[in-house]
């Protein structure tokens, strides 16, 4: 079956830019998470969604950050005023729902984002 | 908070030599345990996982062991291959109000020559 997708796999912009990251998980997933990857570091929490509410919000790294989800399905990372420190792996996973400690998170293949 | 603290690398090996990758832990509570593997170009992806004390994953010939007495859950492999060159991320899950995020350790590079 499909995996979790996302779009673009590659985005290059201009420090101010506003720029959105799109994420299509797994058909039935309830519960949707970003992750981020910068390069030399680990991979960091930003936001985890049950259903279309964010419960969650505590990693996402300034108010330039927001995103949003519809239908239960596709979510949408918007960064605004882009800044180079933004550069990085945004990384999309997406579990069952059912019981979230022990859930497997299934990753997208990230969108890697470069601010010149 | 939680935390992961992984053996650093890089690790390199000879094909059929015997793996360990450390993994240690932080949390609150009773969480889940992972090992996520990332081959060259390709997404990140789960090897194996524990969900209470010792409970033993397996998955590829790799196994490792939920110990909550030394918070450890170091990976193991008795013979690596070449195509085990990857990145290998231990990350733990935790309920609640954690909301099962996981808090990821830094990554160990792991190559295999033949």
């Known amino acids: 079956g499909a995996g979790v997708s996302q779009s673009p796999s590659n985005k290059v912009t201009e420090k101010g830019k506003d720029v959105e990251l799109r994420c299509d998980p797994i058909s039935g997933h309830t519960a949707l998470y970003w992750y981020r990857q910068r390069l030399g570091q680990g991979l960091e929490f930003l936001i985890y969604?049950?259903?279309?509410?964010?419960?969650?919000k505590s990693g996402l790294p300034s108010d330039r950050f927001s995103a949003e989800r519809t239908g239960e399905s596709v979510s949408t990372l918007t960064i605004q005023r882009t800044q180079q420190e933004d550069s990085a792996v945004y990384l999309c996973a997406s579990s069952s729902g059912l019981a979230l400690r022990t859930d497997t998170q299934y990753f997208g293949p990230g969108t890697r984002l470069t601010v010149l | 908070g939680n935390s992961v603290t992984q053996m650093e690398g890089p690790v390199t090996l000879s094909e059929e030599a015997f793996l360990t990758i450390n993994c240690t832990y932080t949390?609150?509570?009773?969480?889940?345990l992972f090992w996520y593997v990332q081959y060259p170009g390709e997404g990140l992806q789960l090897l194996l996982k524990a969900t209470k004390a010792d409970d033993k994953g397996s998955n590829k010939g790799f196994e490792a062991t939920y110990r909550k007495e030394t918070t450890s859950f170091h990976l193991e492999k008795g013979s690596v291959q070449v195509s085990d060159s990857a990145v290998y991320f231990c990350?733990?899950?935790?309920?609640?109000?954690?909301?099962?995020?996981?808090?990821f350790g830094q990554g160990t590079i792991l190559t295999v020559h033949p």
């Open positions: 990350a733990l899950s935790a309920g609640g109000t954690s909301y099962g995020k996981l808090t």
């Open positions: 949390a609150t509570g009773y969480p889940s």
């Open positions: 969604f049950q259903g279309n509410s964010a419960p969650d």
